[in-house]
């Protein structure tokens, strides 16, 4: 077993792009700042000051192919954490170490890896190659040690090409043993918009992405952030099904494949164009709305919903039919209570609600943002019937939360402090080239620390998000939380919409090197992505 450690990130550098982002860490060019190693000595520094319990807790996650039964007959050739998808949640306390073998198992020439997603860990256990290691290649193992040193709701993935979009991915829970909230019990729920080993793989929906949409026949511009919204009044009586739209539709004019891209999906909430991709399913906890998961508890318990969007191109609109929910974090921080009837979910994003149990059987549904399809599971408390898989509970069109209208509570809020460094993120392009990037150049792997935005530690950061583009952007910051303004909620991945901006500030207290990018898998791949660096 392998351990990464101090001298294994070093190695990385052995590897052309690795090369690239450690040299740019070592040399002092005027072209290129010197940055902190992902695996030096301030990192090394930032790890003794977390209090740590001095328990260890360690799992070995087996990445390899498996068949996952998805309900009602579904079955689909993926990737997976030792057979499931979702994969066994990872509980532990707040200030435990987690100690976590990686066993690749995946087919040859697959190398992937693991980001602790939320987690503000130390920079070299943050599973992003080529920056911080290098890739774990197929039949290799390495182990991740970390301290734990935030409670929250947190989820686990590959940093490796498309591979978020496969099932290789797990809740990750880190309790607080002073937990301030009163519930009787919890459940974790998972969404995910599926299309490996059904209608294609990620690979292939990335390959026909990447064409573009240039000179299709697109019967009007359905790059317009201008288009109106579906009348969501009118939801009661669709036919959701699995899929609303035909994989195998004839393609375009031009004779380009059609299969995966996702033509007119439209949100008024999301500010327009809803996603890209067209997904046969939609999954919570890793079963089709046909044969759902369920939860079974007793009228009157009050249940903690802790909310994971793992999907790759879709938001989520979530409601509990005869139900209200009351939000109590978001990406593992608090805010003040609110109580809303459903809330929107980006990709990458948590959130975690109570709600207190009703009598009978009432349907979890994950509306798929814009793109006429549902998710859903069930709770269940008493006697009667299920609800047909295509339900649409009247909640999904009642007062909708996003995070713009939440506050951190007071024990998290960032004090009033003079900003020391400004960077304008200015997301770019479009899906006409499908030339996704940010500042207008696509993230460059072969020299990640090419155009790094440099910040020291000790210093309050703002970041400007200037979307210039037609479609919305859910961007995760690693190893950070950020705040929205001034008393806005504390996160590490927000929604920005079209045409819109959003400033989010934090405090450089964690040293290394930090991918700053899109939650949309493909926006990402494509090269949607920064790199936020201290200087040394």
Not at 46 to 70: H, M, N
Request: net charge negative.
């Amino acid at each position: 077993m392998n351990s990464i450690n101090r001298r294994s990130v070093l190695l990385a550098g052995l590897g052309v792009a690795g090369a690239g982002a450690l040299a740019a860490c070592s040399n002092g060019s005027s072209t290129t700042p010197a940055l902190v190693n992902p695996s030096g000595p301030a990192v090394a520094a930032a790890e003794k000051k977390r209090k740590g319990t001095g328990r260890t807790q360690k799992v070995t996650l087996t990445a390899a192919p498996a068949v996952l039964d998805l309900g009602g007959g579904v079955t689909a050739k993926s990737w997976a954490f030792s057979g499931h998808a979702p994969g066994k949640e990872v509980r532990l306390s707040v200030g435990d170490t987690l100690a976590a073998e990686l066993s690749n198992q995946l087919p040859a020439k697959a190398a992937t890896s693991i980001h602790w997603h939320g987690i503000a860990l130390r920079n070299d256990m943050d599973g992003v190659p080529p920056v911080t290691q290098q890739t774990v290649r197929a039949g290799a193992t390495i182990t991740y040690r970390f301290i734990t040193d935030a409670p929250g709701t947190y989820f686990f993935h590959p940093h490796v090409g498309a591979q978020l979009d496969r099932g290789l991915y797990a809740p990750l829970i880190v309790e607080d043993p002073g937990e301030p909230l009163s519930y009787d019990d919890e459940w974790v729920v998972v969404l995910d918009d599926w299309v490996d080993g059904v209608t294609g793989t990620p690979d292939e929906v990335l390959a026909e992405l990447r064409q573009g949409m240039g000179g299709m026949d697109m019967g009007g511009d359905s790059g317009s952030s201008g288009h109106e919204g579906h009348d969501m009044g009118d939801m009661e009586g669709m036919d959701m099904g699995e899929d609303s739209s035909d994989p195998s539709a004839p393609s375009s004019s031009d004779g380009m494949s059609m299969r995966f891209m996702m033509m007119g999906a439209e949100s008024e909430l999301l500010g327009g164009d809803a996603g890209d991709v067209r997904y046969p399913y939609h999954l919570v906890n890793g079963r089709v709305p046909a044969d759902p998961a369920v939860y079974r508890g007793k009228p009157g318990r009050r249940v903690r919903l802790r909310i994971v969007n793992a999907g790759g191109d879709t938001a989520y609109r979530v409601a509990l039919g005869g139900h209200k929910l009351t939000l109590t974090h978001t990406d593992g921080f608090p805010v003040e209570h609110q109580q809303a009837d459903a809330l929107l979910i980006g990709m990458g994003e948590r959130y975690d609600v109570l709600v207190t149990l009703g009598d009978g059987v009432f349907p979890l549904v994950a509306l798929a943002e814009g793109k006429d399809a549902t998710g859903m599971a069930l709770v269940r408390t008493g006697s009667g019937g299920a609800p047909k898989a295509t339900v649409l509970p009247k909640e999904l069109n009642g007062r909708i939360l996003t995070a713009s209208q939440l506050r951190a509570t007071d024990d998290v809020r960032l004090t009033s402090k003079k900003v020391d460094r400004v960077h304008r993120v200015e997301l770019t392009g479009g899906m006409d080239k499908y030339n996704w990037a940010i500042n207008g150049k696509a993230f460059d792997m072969a020299d990640p620390a090419a155009n790094p935005l440099t910040i020291e530690e000790g210093q309050r950061v703002r970041l400007d998000f200037v979307n210039t583009t037609q479609m919305w952007h859910p961007m995760h910051l690693h190893g950070h939380t950020y705040q929205l303004g001034d008393t806005g909620p504390r996160k590490d991945t927000a929604i920005v919409l079209p045409k819109k901006k959003l400033s989010v500030v934090f405090d450089a207290d964690n040293p290394g090197q930090w991918m700053l990018h899109c939650h949309n898998a493909y926006h990402a791949e494509v090269g949607m992505m920064a790199l936020v660096a201290y200087r040394t």
